[in-house]
């Protein structure tokens, strides 16, 4: 990764620690203080205002192993910049409100309504002089057990499914992870109304970045069994506002010139299970993300693989590289189009025909059927960056497992590697893969080391989860940093 001055590094936090953050054309330089919004209760309000100050002075990180839990120095000291919570561009949840909010009985109206609130307060900060660069809405605890982890809703459990529950809460508590990633939330519940992202669709289209934060995750302290260490906290949370009040923390390496990657996944429709659309995310050589709706998208009766028709799959392309095109005032000389599902004949021909023009064109299918590789001697995975050849057109990516920079894994579970199972264009496998391990340090939404997919498919679900709940005759912002 590029940082100040054009310097590399491999890790973010040590990159940005020596060199400061990247300077880019399209993106201002973040000299003066970046202006906070804070949405919350008395209580989270002053937690707010005090993990700002302790961001100012720093955080000490892990004796043990300053490496992979390195200390935050200070906002200013890493981004030349500092963190201004302004008391213009403060709105308080009163005691009644939240209190009008956790009264409602049903889940779906009470969601609806804390979201209301907020979005009132957001109006207000909108049409605040200064206006804030981003708000932080700062979740009172009331409305973190009532509108987010859907508590009061348990009684539509089953017996069994509370049984369940119980246990792996139990074992949490005693540290206990298990072999495949389970999310009770997602499993035991079914869909239902959804705090985040109904406030983030609506501050899109006020053009307010917002940053969503819990009271336990501003609490000064050491970290336990699901909270990160206090400094590791501030690292995230710091790239993430340093980026959403349109900072540009790094660019990717070693990165073909005139690239542009487009990420296609599909998402359902909020309220609307059986209808699904298309979504493209698209990144430029140099990391800078943009988001745009597409079509509808055809399910397949037999294999429920969602795909495109010709036409959609031309048009969403042609509008994928439009946009590329205004951002970077050129057309791209070569295009990588990542797909979470295998490309049928028809979306073949429609991307081929939308590429035309551009000299090189690679169409790379990935998906994830949740293999594991186990060591027969050792305590580490496979290294970072490992890859097996499957099958003829099929390869499998390490893309977490052992860093050699951090002599360790820095996991919790044995890692699932990505399945690139289908690839059309002349570029070498081992460019893609390279090309695919670059992309996983995209997130701009923390410090971590890397993630698990490359950015291009890596949130799509949240953004989708997003686009979802805003109607179809309004046109949804490009810009990433609404999405986070």
Request: glycine content about 6%; overall charge positive.
């Amino acid at each position: 990764m590029t940082f100040g001055d054009g310097n590399k590094h491999i890790d973010p936090k040590m990159g940005l620690l020596l060199y400061g953050p990247c300077l880019h054309p399209n993106r201002r330089i973040m000299s003066t203080p970046i202006r906070l919004g804070v949405i919350g209760s008395k209580e989270t309000i002053d937690l707010t205002r005090e993990w700002v100050e302790r961001c100012r002075m720093g955080i000490a990180g892990k004796e043990e192993n300053p490496v992979l839990f390195p200390s935050f120095p200070g906002f200013s000291k890493i981004f030349g910049s500092e963190l201004r919570v302004l008391d213009e561009c403060i709105e308080q949840l009163t005691d009644d409100e939240i209190k009008n909010v956790i009264r409602i009985g049903n889940f779906n109206r009470r969601v609806q309504r804390a979201a209301n609130i907020i979005i009132e307060k957001l109006e207000n900060l909108r049409i605040r002089e200064p206006r804030p660069h981003v708000v932080i809405c700062a979740l009172p605890q009331q409305i973190v057990d009532y509108c987010a982890v859907k508590k009061g809703r348990r009684v539509e459990l089953t017996k069994e499914e509370r049984k369940i529950l119980r246990t792996i809460r139990k074992l949490r508590k005693i540290g206990q992870t298990t072999l495949f990633p389970f999310n009770e939330e997602e499993t035991l519940y079914g869909r239902t109304s959804n705090l985040r992202r109904i406030v983030k669709a609506k501050a899109m289209q006020l053009g307010i970045p917002t940053q969503f934060v819990w009271p336990r995750t501003l609490k000064p302290g050491t970290e336990n069994e699901t909270l990160q260490p206090e400094a590791t906290r501030a690292w995230n949370l710091s790239v993430a506002l340093y980026y959403k009040a349109e900072g540009y923390p790094w660019k990717l390496a070693e990165m073909p010139t005139g690239t542009c990657y487009v990420g296609i996944t599909f998402y359902r429709t909020h309220n609307q299970e059986n209808v699904r659309s298309s979504l493209a995310q698209v990144f430029t050589h140099t990391g800078e993300g943009l988001v745009l709706r597409g079509g509808r998208a055809i399910v397949d009766k037999i294999t429920r693989s969602t795909h495109l028709s010709e036409k959609a799959a031309y048009r969403l392309l042609e509008d994928a590289l439009n946009l590329y095109e205004r951002q970077m005032r050129t057309r791209p000389t070569r295009l990588v189009i990542h797909k979470s599902s295998r490309f049928w004949p028809d979306e073949l021909s429609g991307f081929k025909k939308a590429a035309e023009g551009i000299e090189l064109v690679d169409l790379v299918a990935i998906e994830s059927r949740g293999i594991r590789f186990m060591r027969r001697t050792g305590k580490y995975p496979p290294r970072r960056g490992t890859a097996l050849r499957i099958g003829e057109n099929d390869y499998i990516l390490f893309t977490k497992g052992y860093i050699q920079y951090f002599k360790t894994y820095p996991g919790l579970r044995v890692p699932i590697p990505i399945e690139i199972i289908e690839h059309h264009g002349d570029t070498p496998m081992k460019e893609i893969c390279k090309e695919i391990l670059a992309l996983t340090k995209m997130n701009w939404n923390s410090a971590d080391f890397c993630i698990r997919e490359p950015v291009t498919l890596a949130y799509s679900r949240r953004v989708g989860e997003i686009l979802s709940y805003i109607p179809e005759h309004i046109t949804p912002c490009p810009e990433y940093r609404f999405y986070m």
